[in-house]
């Protein structure tokens, strides 16, 4: 399934060493791949512009305690980031993720399940270095 992003084309960050550099072409944007590829480094680097980006909301192990359902079902106009996404996401979240048209998605996990996705949603890391930098960026996964 493939919609247009509802909150950011374009996510950009800078972290010690790295850059985040993540164009989005769908609302909800699958970022699957190996162990140690960068994914919940990636995440970590987002949160950390949580703080001063009101628009981005994200969840992981942490909030494993808390009502994930309500928190993505009460937020709006947000880019919505999820680690862990198949131990935190049951099949009813994630059906309501797959229709939801108010927040955008990025779900990092192995399994899309429910999600109502299509190759156009699966996403891995690709990294290259730029002078002192890592630079981390999106690529189709299939």
Do not use: W
């Amino acid at each position: 399934m493939k919609s247009k992003p509802t909150v950011m084309n374009h996510f950009s960050t800078v972290h010690t060493s790295f850059v985040i550099d993540f164009i989005f072409d769908n609302n909800i944007t699958i970022l699957m791949g190996d162990s140690g590829t960068g994914k919940t480094a990636s995440y970590s680097f987002i949160k950390e512009c949580m703080s001063l980006n009101p628009d981005i909301l994200c969840i992981n192990y942490l909030d494993y305690q808390r009502d994930i359902g309500e928190m993505i079902r009460s937020s709006r106009g947000k880019l919505i980031v999820i680690d862990n996404a198949d131990v935190l996401l049951d099949d009813s979240i994630r059906k309501y993720i797959a229709l939801d048209d108010k927040n955008q998605y990025l779900i990092i996990g192995r399994n899309p399940k429910n999600l109502f996705t299509t190759k156009e949603n699966l996403y891995e890391l690709i990294s290259h270095k730029k002078g002192d930098q890592t630079v981390l960026e999106l690529q189709n996964y299939l």
